[in-house]
């Protein structure tokens, strides 16, 4: 681990589906950060979309940049990036569907930003966007399976055996 970083960051795992922090990471006083499924990184993230060495954030002459080695790709807005200024509350996506990231610049510790839903940008709830199309699709498909019909059948007869006293029909 490199010290002397003069702006330092934390980096978020973000929950998928909530856009929630689910662990943090506080890299202020460093000028490299690598994040990757190995252990070997300063921030390991276990999923199998991730490679062993997928993005480097780099500190150059005061800004941070991310550089991804990714074999899947590092993500932003869903356009593939290989090296990109980093940005405060920039949200990365490891593989096009893999674990999402979020990085909080901040000048010194003790400036850490915190975020709430009156400080968040409309566009940072855009990955919270579903294709309604392949939605309807899977509803479909369950809906129409042998074993959602089985359950079906089995949930109305139990109802009417209450409604009924007990009794079967």
Known sequence: ???????????????????????????????????GRSEDNHISVVDPRVSRLHVELLSREGKWHLESHGRNGTWIQ??????????HRMIFQLGSNGPMLQILIYEAPNEIPSATLDNLEQFE?????????????????????????????????????????????
């Open 78 to 87: 869903g356009a593939k990036v290989d090296r990109i200024d980093v940005t």
């Open 125 to 169: 709830f855009e990955f919270l966007n579903f294709n309604q199309q392949q939605l309807a699709e899977e509803v479909t498909k369950i809906t129409e399976s042998e074993s959602f019909q089985r359950l079906q059948s089995e949930s109305k007869r139990q109802r009417e055996s209450k409604q009924f006293g007990g009794g079967t029909h």
């Open 1 to 35: 681990m490199n010290k002397g970083a003069s702006q330092g960051f934390t980096l978020q795992l973000l929950d998928s589906a909530l856009g929630q922090p689910l662990q943090s990471w506080d890299c202020s006083g460093l000028d490299r950060v690598t994040v």
